[in-house]
C-alpha cells in the first residue's frame, strides 16, 4: 500500500534568492513578484513591506511570505474577512498573484504553479481561511 506522501514547504537560502523568481514565475518574474507585494497591499490594511522569505513545494510549486511574525487581516475581494498567519497570507497573495499572470498569458508552467500551490493549500493548518480568501 503506497501512502501518499504530504507536501512541504522549504525555505529558500538566501544565497538561491535571485534564482528563485524566475525560476518558478519563469520570463514573468519581475510582474511576479511586483503583483504578489501588490495583492499584499490590496487585501491587508495592516501589510507594512518589509522582508519576505521564499518557500519551494515538493511538489515543484513555490509562495513568497511576508517575514514577520504578525498576523495579517485580510479582506478579499469575495467578501472574505479574516485573520491569518503571515504564512497563510503569502500563500493567499501568491495564489492571487499567480492567478493574475496565468490569466494574462494562459502559460500552462503558470497554471500548474498555481495549482501545486492550492495544493499545497489544502493541507495547511489555516486551510479553510486560505480558501475562503481566495474562492
Do not use: C
Request: hydrophobic fraction near 45%; aromatic fraction near 14%; glycine fraction near 6%.
Amino acid at each position: 500500500m503506497n501512502a501518499i506522501q504530504p507536501i512541504t514547504a522549504t525555505p529558500v537560502a538566501a544565497a538561491q534568492t535571485l534564482a528563485f523568481l524566475p525560476k518558478h514565475f519563469g520570463q514573468h518574474f519581475m510582474q511576479g513578484e511586483a503583483q504578489t507585494y501588490q495583492w499584499a497591499g490590496k487585501l491587508s490594511a495592516s501589510y507594512r513591506n518589509g522582508l519576505w522569505k521564499f518557500f519551494e513545494l515538493s511538489n515543484d510549486g513555490f509562495y513568497l511570505a511576508p517575514s514577520t511574525p504578525e498576523r495579517f487581516v485580510i479582506e478579499s475581494i469575495n467578501g472574505y474577512s479574516g485573520d491569518v498567519s503571515a504564512d497563510a497570507a503569502g500563500i493567499i497573495f501568491t495564489l492571487f498573484a499567480l492567478n493574475v499572470l496565468a490569466n494574462r498569458t494562459q502559460e500552462d508552467r503558470l497554471i500548474e504553479k498555481y495549482f501545486f500551490l492550492r495544493e499545497f493549500a489544502l493541507a495547511h493548518p489555516e486551510a479553510v481561511a486560505i480558501l475562503r480568501a481566495i474562492d
